[in-house]
Nanobody, 122 residues
């Protein structure tokens, strides 16, 4: 089975930084295509934060452009989210997402991590 394990969340003051990591593991992974981060604040719907394809340009939500940077290490099947200049409105549970092919002939499927809490407060 495939697992996405996130780490790096926590409590930080406004203006601070955090770096989230998400590692995909599983014996059947053939290829990981796009990876991304989403977040869900209390009482709100889950929203896209940033995505990074296996090759090509990254995309960001307007609310995080210039402050967050998504990157990936394909050798480690890991995606990162560097979050700088954090604001209270960035408080949410952050979820990792990956589009994964288990076999060369299979369609990709979406997999999700368990979520990691980010709280921005003074």
């Amino acid at each position: 089975q495939v697992q996405l394990v996130e780490s790096g969340g926590g409590l930080v003051q406004p203006g601070g930084s955090l770096r989230l990591s998400c590692a995909a593991s599983g014996s059947l992974i053939f290829r990981i295509n796009a990876m991304g981060w989403y977040r869900q604040a209390p009482g709100k719907e889950r929203e896209l934060v940033a995505t990074i394809p296996s090759g090509g340009s990254t995309t960001y939500a307007d609310s995080v452009k210039g402050r967050f940077t998504i990157s990936r290490d394909n050798a480690q099947n890991t995606v990162y989210l560097q979050m700088n200049s954090l604001k209270p409105e960035d408080t949410a549970v952050y979820y990792c997402n990956a589009a994964i092919q288990l076999y060369w002939w299979a369609q990709e499927r979406d997999y999700w991590g368990q979520g990691t809490q980010v709280a921005v407060s003074s």
